[in-house]
Structure formats: structure tokens, C-alpha cells
């Protein structure tokens, strides 16, 4: 079954400066990867995703790569705030057929002020 | 309806106990999925109703786990027989079903069980 991997577990960055969380998954046939924001206590929200066959979506800060050769996705934020201070994670799922999402095991982004 | 709502928000039980959880999906979402996230970790799949019909069920849902969605409305799980290891987060998430455009899950809050 899919597997997804998740680097780094953690990440300290000082505001204003980008972050980039990078995943990487197993099976070939995943066609879409989400990205969740998990505040402390509160649910995943989606905050970007992508689809197999784009290779590149931004959206204002935020941007997410897609790499299906080498099978691995990137999130990259810029000009980050103290608010983007959250447990983030990746996913793989199969469009099309049950749509369940396997998750990676999600980095903590700390953005000093 | 504003989103996906989930009851209890928390559950504290003692182990050997039975525990029901309840799920309120979007109402025009077809879909309905129930993860399981521990502390520092993210969520795992654990089942998954397409209106009624429950289509996939995880390794990880046990006999001691089932989960029903009767009018292929709201959803319930339930575990029997807690132990000390189903203390969890148990998401409820729903999607539309079909091509459009928009295929992000909504997530429920959460109910967090707590097994003693």
C-alpha cells in the first residue's frame, strides 16, 4: 500500500524567512497531494493541494511542487509569519477511487519573531 | 450547515468500556471517512461510507471496531471492549463524490478518547 515520508519532523525559521517541508511516497499511482495546517488542539485544514498532472501551484504565500518521476511533493512558504506557526502535513491519495488519504507524519514549523 | 460536527468533543472511559462517537458530515457530501491521530502523528485512515455503503475498512479497524452510516447521513463508531492503546483523536472528514472541482476533505474537530 501507499506510504508517505515527511521531512523534516521539525523546523525552526525566523520570520520573513521561506521554509520548505519536502514528502515522498510510494505508489506510483497517487494522483493528488493535499496539504494540511493543524493548529494545537484544532482540525487539519486544507491549505493547498495538487494534482498529478500540474507540476507547480501557488497560492499567494504558499506553493507546492510535484516531482512524479522521482514520486516526492514540496511545500514551500514564504515570507513566513508567526502565524504560520502549525503542525503541517502531506498526503497521497488515488483520485477517482476511494480517495483516502495517507498522511506523512507531519513537521512542526516554528517561526520566531 | 456549516461543517463537519462531531460529538463528543471528549471521551473519557475506563478500559473494558464500550464508547459510541457520532459524525455530522456536510449534508451534499456523498463521502464519509474515519481517521485515527496519536499524539505527534498524522492521521490514519480507518474507514470509508459512500452514501450508506461502507467500501473500505483499514487493518487497523479491529473486531472490536465497527462503524455504520445507516441513511447515509450522519455516521457513528463504535469500539467495544476499550483498551489503553484506543486512546486517540478519531477524525470524521467528508467529500463530495464525483469530478468536480473541488476534492478537499472536510475535517470534523474531533473526538478525543481518553481510556483509563
Known amino acids: 500500500g501507499e506510504n508517505v515520508e515527511q521531512h523534516p519532523s521539525t523546523l525552526s525559521v525566523q520570520e520573513g524567512d521561506s521554509a520548505v517541508i519536502k514528502c515522498t511516497y510510494s505508489d506510483s499511482a497517487s494522483n493528488y497531494f493535499p496539504w494540511y495546517k493543524q493548529e494545537l488542539g484544532k482540525r487539519p485544514q486544507l491549505i493547498i493541494d495538487?494534482?498529478?498532472?500540474?507540476g507547480e501551484k501557488k497560492d499567494q504565500r504558499i506553493a507546492v511542487t510535484l516531482n512524479k518521476t522521482a514520486k516526492h511533493f514540496s511545500l514551500h512558504i514564504t515570507e513566513t509569519q508567526p502565524e504560520d506557526s502549525a503542525v503541517y502535513f502531506c498526503a497521497a491519495s488515488i483520485m477517482d477511487s476511494s480517495y483516502k488519504l495517507i498522511f506523512g507524519s507531519g513537521t512542526r514549523l516554528l517561526v520566531r519573531p | 450547515d456549516t461543517g463537519v460536527s462531531q460529538d463528543p468533543r471528549h471521551k473519557i472511559t475506563k478500559r473494558g468500556q464500550n464508547v459510541t462517537f457520532r459524525c455530522d458530515p456536510i449534508?451534499?457530501?456523498?463521502?464519509l471517512y474515519w481517521y485515527r491521530q496519536t499524539l505527534g502523528q498524522g492521521p490514519e485512515f480507518l474507514t470509508y461510507f459512500q452514501n450508506e455503503a461502507q467500501l473500505e475498512k483499514s487493518r487497523l479497524l479491529s473486531d472490536r471496531f465497527s462503524a455504520e452510516r445507516p441513511k447515509g447521513s450522519f455516521s457513528t463508531l463504535e469500539i467495544q471492549r476499550t483498551e489503553q492503546g484506543d486512546s486517540a483523536m478519531y477524525l470524521c472528514?467528508?467529500?463530495?463524490?464525483?469530478?468536480?472541482?473541488?476534492?478537499?476533505?472536510?475535517f470534523g474537530s474531533g473526538t478525543r478518547l481518553t481510556v483509563v
Open positions: 449534508s451534499e457530501h456523498n463521502r
Open positions: 472528514a467528508s467529500s463530495p463524490l464525483g469530478t468536480g472541482v473541488d476534492y478537499g476533505y472536510t
Open positions: 495538487i494534482r498529478s498532472n500540474v
